[in-house]
């Protein structure tokens, strides 16, 4: 993948990167003050859509920004589950990264 030049392309990234289950891309792209050691997508949703609800800084020349999202999923038993996030970015050395967010 290309770097992301902004919060939000981020944020889109790492959806398809849950999506695909790729969890080098979601491991480089977390910040290391909040990132895990490893990451097990075995039990990883099948995740459907992305809607970005707000953004708040997180452009090119930004240092940090806010990207909240919706994201759904298909459920057990077939049904259709939502996820929303306001998750903070941060930029360094020219590189985003995810820090964290708040599940709302």
Do not use: C, K
Not at 7 to 19: G, H, N, Q, V, Y
Not at 38 to 48: A, F, I, Q
Not at 76 to 99: H, P, T
């Amino acid at each position: 993948m290309h770097e992301p030049r902004t919060a939000e392309d981020l944020m889109r990234s790492r959806f398809a990167a849950f999506r695909d289950g790729d969890a080098a891309w979601l491991l480089r792209t977390w910040h290391p003050s909040t990132r895990p050691a490893t990451m097990d997508l075995s039990d990883n949703p099948r995740w459907r859509g992305l809607q970005i609800v707000d953004v708040v800084g997180g452009g090119p020349d930004d240092h940090d920004g806010i990207v909240e999202f919706r994201a759904t999923y298909l459920a057990d038993g077939g049904g259709v589950g939502v996820l929303q996030e306001r998750s903070r970015f941060m930029r360094e050395n020219g590189r985003w990264f995810y820090v964290d967010g708040d599940v709302r």
